[in-house]
């Protein structure tokens, strides 16, 4: 279950098909061949990517791990960064809800935990993903739509929390968000710095103080109250 | 004058020397001529990081643009990374000082607005520097220093803050500025968001607001007041 970072092997188990002219098996997975194809590739994708980084991936390396044709890699994804955007564009196609704890500071510190743990698994997926896409403009526009979905279904933690009555109605739910994840991805990915503990409560804990202090309150919401 | 990002262009004004076996010319610059070829060459790795990035720069070709021979590039600084860490060392050596402007949130928000101007700057050398550190380990580690040597004289925001009344005693100062700052790298860096004139002073007032309600409070001056 990961946030704003994003989880691309979830849903990606592995079938083994040694090369993509041999005849389908028994038990096929939803969406057929074609769908098929795509798991073995993008788990490849993912595999080689964990092994040996952006610059160690090629298609042909991806086409032999997959077990498919080097065509069938070159006609569907073109590049490599085709294939990087297509398993970013697949970790957006899940199921994946921010968590609900309770209480405002508390999603968000969980929130935080799970970008945090993301970030510092391994093999160092999510990271590989983030520095590829300083290499890849499919990449990177992949990676922005994958954010911008992630913060898009977080935005139920701040309306809970104003149903609840910890905020204000017209809090600026977006805002709110990048300044609880911030840090986070500030520390561990910019900065480099060891990961702390502490980190993820921290953020979340001064987002939830600013909130209360009325940091995010939107303008509109000023002239109407 | 450039914040925790890095201002590389700072005090690297260029000579001309057509080549290091030309006589020194008779206004000798400090340092002399070690000093004199060292500036050439950071210049001109600025100069093709910021026409070419990362993927066109080449030790031979800031070489032929510094004036100098290959060999000296070789020799003192091995390799692409080398130089970028060079670069990015020889922008910590100047005289920057955060914006004294009286206020926490005023300092904030002009720290901010410097690292928004940096990150946002054609060409774009800073976030080119920063893309950098995802492809080469020196980079990163001169990045990494950068940042520490630009958070920490930071730290004086904090502590003129404390001494007008603003905060109290036991703040922690790194934990303020990376929550001030952090926003402002996320979306410019990160999410590459387009850039918001709103952005770096909303960030500070978010961190002002926080510290005012105690969210950087260290946990020893609570058991000590």
Redesign the interface.
Known sequence: MTPPGPDPGQGTEREPEPDDTTPPPTRRRPGGRTARIRTQVLDAVLAELGEHGFDGLTTDAVAARAGVHRTTVYRRWGDVGGLLADVLDAASDDDWQPPDTGSLEGDLAALNQEIQTALTAQPPIVTAL??AS??SEKA?HAQ?RL?EGRYARCEIVVSRAVRRGELPPHTDAR?LL??A???V???L????TPPDPQLPG??A???A??A?????AEPRSVSRS
């Open positions: 983030i520095a300083f290499r990177a922005q954010w805002r990048i300044a994840t911030a840090p991805y500030h520390h990915v910019l900065l480099r921290h953020a804990r001064t987002a103080l600013a209360a202090a009325g940091a995010f």
